[in-house]
């Protein structure tokens, strides 16, 4: 099952390779990793989306927690949250689907960032599988490129995380 | 008062109390260097290969309370340190590095003697740290004693360009340091041990298995009490040995791979299982899904959060240290109005005593030719089971630590998780550095002694008279021993070849060696070498090459799944 793991750390040089690297040696999947500062200078937040049993993602918690510089983790799945992800992708704009692009964006709620005579980039929130279905909407012969930030996510409500 | 970023090295490990540090110098630790040279309080012992100064320090810390430390340059100097790095954190050693680096303004242009240090230790290392700025350093070398020491002990590492050591800025040694990351849990949680209690007390085949957590937490006089009051059996792993005496009638003896028959029946029948400072791991419990086979209560005191569950699923999860959840446990024992199941408990006993009846390390002893058991079983007897043991990796590890009754923590001193072949002629002089009046013997054979050879120099330079007892095979003979049960008797690279004549190699080096072949003379030899207390004495005993460790689990077999000396 999928997993969103959520994780504040100490902005030090070096503490996102201790998290890249804690997957790769003890093989856990990364589907996306997405890190910032927050509001606070000294600390950044990840958003790791991950998956695996219920036995492997208490590992993974547990083994980020042992981490010096992590200074909290959780599991944004254990309740309701919100999953956003941003997606730029460019596309072939000319003749007929010119227009079927701007009524697609529109559909999906997405906005047109920039425009050519023959290109549009759209920018598009939403969560994972908003954005996959886009991608399937849309004719793939005409898709030049696409750039996804990755999950980032929050829980609903009056769950907070911080230090 | 402004010091140098290399005086600030020196000074704190003043203020930490360090007595040694084991190292090897090169151009980015010479600033380093200079200042060891002028003062006298911390003093340098100057190992003959990198490896050997991590390993040694690695030793010093296992055989003492302390925290050994070892000093090495940029580039080589770290790499080869590495494995001894990573064999202390495998086995949990507190221990610090101190690394020499290439010049700020030089990171990253693949300098020369340049490594990504930080990098390159990452997975082995509890922390590491690169200091870039001299005023960064008091408190980071503070920071790095504070983290190898606490909580789950483990090595951290200090990568300290050159530039940096010849900086200057104020110096103040911090008293404490708090880190809101990292505030290991301490005491168990008081419902969690009740709750296990009432587990053990309600237990028809009780047992108590533990690891190097107790020998870690110096909770061995703890464990004792607790076992002797419950009545139960103990058995330890191999990192755990001493941690419960040897020789006490309720141990049973260690378990694992080449645990005796009855800790492993044990371990694989009882009902409620206590599980303090040991991790489950492959050695020891085999298949764990043959292990969850039969189903049994486990509680799982450890002080580190991501050893519980890891393996084998526990009931009771109890995090914290191990002596303060035994003080705790004891306390409420004795609160208690109940007690153990006494018949059930005397009906365990006699299937225990049933099984210990097969006499599993059970060996030849009419051979005309040494069996390594016997040698073990003898340096057990002239050392009146009080020595420093360290070992190397193969079989005499194994024999060591099933023949050797070690009745006391921080005797027994071998690489159980990383199994580095190398570690213990270097790790003997760490413990006996720690232990300037103790026995120290090293349990070897004729392929890893030669690993780290080149340590005897130093033994010869600081006076070490350690006893070193050559089991020699002629074979990599744990290697030799899978060929043999797995792999059709072909003995692939497995011949030591073109072997030195070790006695004359001990004496190149300015130290005794005995060559003795016969079993006749294995006591009277060890009697001498260990008479003469003020010279290393390398001892080459001539073992039957075709002797196997028994009993044996197979890799991927279940616990019970023992291959026995009898059933050959
Ligand atoms: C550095 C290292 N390389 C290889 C191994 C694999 N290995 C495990 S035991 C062993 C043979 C050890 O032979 P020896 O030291 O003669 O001991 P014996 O088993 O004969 O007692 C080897 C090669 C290891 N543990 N460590």
Redesign the interface.
Known sequence: MQHIISIL??NE??AL??VA?LFS?RAYNIESLTVAPTEDPLVSRMTIVTSGSA?VI??IT??L??L????KVVDLCEAGHLARELMLIKVKATGAARDEMKRMADIFRGRIVDVTDAIYVIELTGNGSKLDAFIEAIDADLILETVRTGVCGIARGDRVLS? | MELTGAEIVVQSLAAEGVEFVFGYPGGSVLHIYDELFKQDKVKHVLVRHEQGAAHAADGYSRASRKVGVCLVTSGPGVTNAVTGIATAYMDSIPMIIITGQVPTHAIGLDAFQEVDT??IT??CV??NF?VKDVRDLAVTMKKAFH?ATTGRPGPVLVDIPKDVTAERCEFIYPERVE????QPVVRGHSGQISQALELLLQAKRPMIYTGGGIVLADASNELARLVHKLGFPCTNTLMGLGGFPGTDPQFVGMLGMHGTYEANMAMQHCDVLLAIGARFDDRVIGDPRDFARISRRIIHVDV???SI??RV?VDVPIVGDVREVLLELTAQLEAHAGSVDKPALDAWWTQINEWRGRDCLRYDRTANIIKPQYVVEKLWEVTGGDAIVTSDVGQHQMWAAQFYKFDKPRRWINSGGLGTMGFGLPSAMGARMANPDATVACVTGEASIQMCIQELSTCKQYHLPIKIVNLNNRYMGMVRQWQEFFHGNRYAESYMDALPDFVRLAEAYGHAGMRIDKPADVEPALREAFARTDQLVFLDFITDATENVYPMVAGGKGLTDMILAEDL
């Open positions: 750390l100490e040089a070096g390779s201790r690297g040696a036995d208490e590992q547990k083994q927690n042992k010096i510089e992590v200074v230090v | 930080v990098g990452r997975p509890k922390h690169l983290i880190m809101r990351t990292y580190d959060p991501s569950s890891k699923r």
